[in-house]
């Protein structure tokens, strides 16, 4: 924040939920005036600053630089209220302490990461299997709610990651039969991205994104087994990121 930011922030709470009429005419200013300020129609630089000020006998400096003590700040509560005035916004002087300001900063972005650090370390539950099939396509054989088949060691930023049990060995040698597909729905997927895809018709297939384009997706095979696919979007139900293919040595198994 910029010190001509901070004085407008410092009038805007000084104003409170008072009118612009109301405020100005308690101080015998002109309502214009303080409108053009706010809106930035006048720029309120030093000579602006000290000027309203005085006009509004604010503490030395706090419109100038925004520093102002507790004890001022509850002399203004007074003076407002014998003036007929509704409650200043005035926040607590810290909240321009440029240190507390980095602190309270630093503070929160640590919280978020400490949050997004436990996200990361919950596994990710295997929720079916991916029985391959010599066309390409294949069913998720999913579970039902409340059963899976365990678990993958890993990281996922992702809180609804899955993770999927290949059998069969239609894609070798990219993803090998008995790995696992570690699937993201909510991650954004790029041109050469590889992708779960679903069709309305229930057909489930890991291909390479490569464009959509005039309401089709063109789609090619992770091995040179299969030719390109070009599906209409409206056929399409499901596009989940693919974010990773593990062994099966990152497995964890469901508690007996």
Do not use: C
Not at 137 to 156: C, I, K, T
Not at 192 to 216: A, C, N, P
Request: hydrophobic share 35%; aromatic share 8%; charged share 25%.
């Amino acid at each position: 924040m910029d010190i001509f930011e901070k004085r407008l922030t410092i009038l805007k709470a000084l104003i409170g939920e008072n009118s612009h009429k109301d405020f100005a005419n308690a101080h015998d200013l002109d309502a214009s005036y303080i409108s053009q300020l706010l809106n930035g129609h006048r720029n309120m630089g030093e000579r602006s600053a000290t000027n309203l000020e005085q006009k509004l006998q604010l503490p030395h400096g706090l419109l100038i630089t925004g520093a102002y003590s507790t004890d001022q700040r509850n002399e203004l509560t007074e003076r407002w209220h014998n003036l007929g005035l509704k409650q200043h916004n005035l926040p607590h002087p810290a909240f321009f302490n440029a240190k507390i300001n980095e602190t309270a900063a630093y503070v929160e972005d640590s919280r978020r990461e400490y949050e997004r650090i436990k996200q990361r370390l919950a596994p990710v539950p295997v929720v079916g299997k991916a029985q391959l099939g010599p066309n390409g396509h294949f069913e998720a054989m999913d579970y039902p709610a409340g059963h899976g088949d365990g678990y993958l060691n890993v990281n996922s930023d992702d809180k609804n990651a899955y993770g999927l049990r290949v059998v069969g060995s239609s894609m070798h040698p990219r993803i090998k039969d008995g790995e696992y597909v570690l699937i993201e729905p909510n991650h954004a997927y790029l041109n050469g991205d590889e992708v779960l895809v679903q069709t309305l018709d229930g057909q489930s297939m890991i291909k390479e994104f490569i464009y959509h384009r005039d309401g089709q997706y063109r789609f090619d095979s992770v091995n040179s087994g299969f030719p390109p696919l070009i599906i209409d979007q409206t056929k399409i139900s499901k596009i989940h990121y693919v974010a990773g293919i593990l062994k099966a040595s990152r497995h964890i198994p469901e508690p007996v």
